[in-house]
């Protein structure tokens, strides 16, 4: 049978779909694989211009006696482009999704570049005067000002966008500063490179003896070839930031490049500048508000080696350096790692992928890993170290962990617990900043008891129920359903229901309560607007309030010096969400919450309310005992069987006609082959939001020890749908492993 090879001939196209058909000489086929640089004959004049394979088929996309054969393939050195065609090709393999889903993935498009005009700021004082200066704003208590002049003593010329989105300064303060002489703003036509601050003063410290053996295996493994994957359980503040960049300049010693992932959240200012002062100008960031020219823009100088290490978020893995080193990836517990558009990919894996594919390492960092991650780490498949002492010796805080059944039995029915309300009180007294976080994520519908604290549950999955319009208590995986509930089936209390409290709420409460109090909220509500988000944590930073009642966005990356009580207002929002993971996400936010609590010399208290004080999640969390949280969570995946003890599937299926698409979802569940030995198959249920914008919503859950089984299974499924009629308008997704709730 003959072979035929799509080919892409120029892959900074914006159409990256644009491919042409060769047939493939038979002499070849064992060696053209997706992302083979081959020689073509093109247009009418058969001249012979260079491309990449990125697919192959038996199947003619046209009269296969008018396809033209492929000359040759090239010979020599694997270029960068090939290796992230066939990058994007065990993506689509590995995840499911079209290639050409793949490719736009993982290749920037190329697009017009404008000259960018960026604007910097600059002193205008001497040094003496600048000093004479900042001590005035202090005495006149004029933060927001005195910041940024302290900011321009380190550093001369700051990029505006930076200081207004980053250290949270307002427009209109560098303008007054501006008008009194104080500060210039230049605009200066700038060419491609989103970092930069003018002169680097590089402090170095001198690592401690616990990052200091990280260091020493990470580049002894390096200097002799060795190549694996490594994670560095270390607390907050512990120095992983200080271990990564000696990793880093190791590698860059060598000739090697470096990528490091960071959330876009924790993306700060001076995390950047940490790395310019130690790395200058071979160092570029990415984030989100990056256009697609710029973005490109940074590629081409990645692959051109004008800078040897990227920092950006998710999509920053797919720098086309052509010698990676290492691959660092901070925060890797972190959500936003797992992408939700198709291709869904986990970047932990990608990267371990493409690292084991060009010879580089990777590190990943955490102060409260992933399961997934720690799992493979005690198993050794990573290297694991520990870092456990703050690098700056500060002290933890202390978390007291609120009973809310015990105050709803002493007669208070307020969602502030009695401590609570008498911590609040002594910060408003001693002008300290305090932060009531509420961490529900998305939809949390579960059901409990206010007297005893009881969660309604799927007796089949082990997750708790959901409420749903209609009345009824559903689980999201198997599709479950029973009646709601009037009484608790376990203590008999009325006080059973859905946990309803909002920011919203919150804040009215605290208005009525603390009169006096200046109260800021961030929510989706008040951040909706542009830079929404920016202007509250400004405002709060320059302590223009006292209380800050926020989602899970307050507690990412934000330094508070002056915080020194932080409140979690309900533990349990996000400790049932009807996910497998809903308590490893509760322990990393508990901990994280905590982490905010007195970072400046003052230190910090934290408030746990919960009606479930014994849940283990809670209970490790406030002790911030991370091994602890760990044994208990990997007992309870592997006697439920979830990930990491075996992988699951979400066939997620949506259409505009419900029952078109019950009948789609029917015949597919008949379709997975029931002869794979230990595979299982729930659903099809609905999702946590079955019905967006008058889309309905069907999953279908599959699970298995080994995730090569759950790909053969995808790779059936989606030959079966491609010849069912049914199927034609049914969109079909895959979701492996799944980390959103739904
Ligand atoms: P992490 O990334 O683990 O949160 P960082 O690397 O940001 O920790 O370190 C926290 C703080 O401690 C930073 O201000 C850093 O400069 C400082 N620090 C880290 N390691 C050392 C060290 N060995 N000696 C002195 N200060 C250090
Ligand atoms: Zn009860
Ligand atoms: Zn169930």
Redesign the pocket.
Known sequence: MAVYADVIVDITNEKLDRTFQYRVPEEMEERIVPGVEVEIPFGRGDRLIRGYVVETTDRPAYDPVKIKSIKQIVPGRVPIESRLIALAAWMRERYGSTMIQALKTVIPIKKEIKAQKKRLIRLNLSADQTQAYLDELNRKHCTARARLVQELIHQPELNYELVTKKLHITPAVIKALEEQGILCIQTEQLYRNPVRPAERQEKR????DQ?QAVVDQVTEDWGRGFRRTYLVH?V???????VYMEIIARVVADGQQAIVLIPEIALTFQTVLRFYQRFGDRISIMNSRLSAGERYDQFERAKNKEISVMIGPRSALFTPFPNLGVVIIDEEHELTYKSENVPRYHARDVAIHRAETEGAMVVLGSATPSVDSYYKALRGEFGLFR?TDR??KNALPHVYVEDLREELRSGNRSIFSARLQELLQDRLLKKEQVMLFLNRRGYAGFVSCRSCGHVMKCPHCDVSLSMHNHGRLVCHYCGYEEPAVKKCPECGSPYIGGFRAGTQQIEELLKKQYPEAGVLRMDADTTRNKDGHEKILAAFANREADILIGTQMIVKGHDFPAVTLVGVIAADLSLYTGDYLSSERTFQLLTQAAGRAGRGDVPGEVVIQTYQPEHYAVVTAAAQNYEEFYQQEILYRTISGYPPAAHLLAVLLSGADQEELSQAADVLIQQVPRDLEGLTVIGPAEPAVARINDIYKKVIYLKHKKYDTLTEVKDHLERFAKEQPLLEKINMQFDFNPMHAG
């Open positions: 410290v001198v690592l401690n990052q270390g907050t503040g512990s120095g992983k930031t200080e870092l690098a700056k």
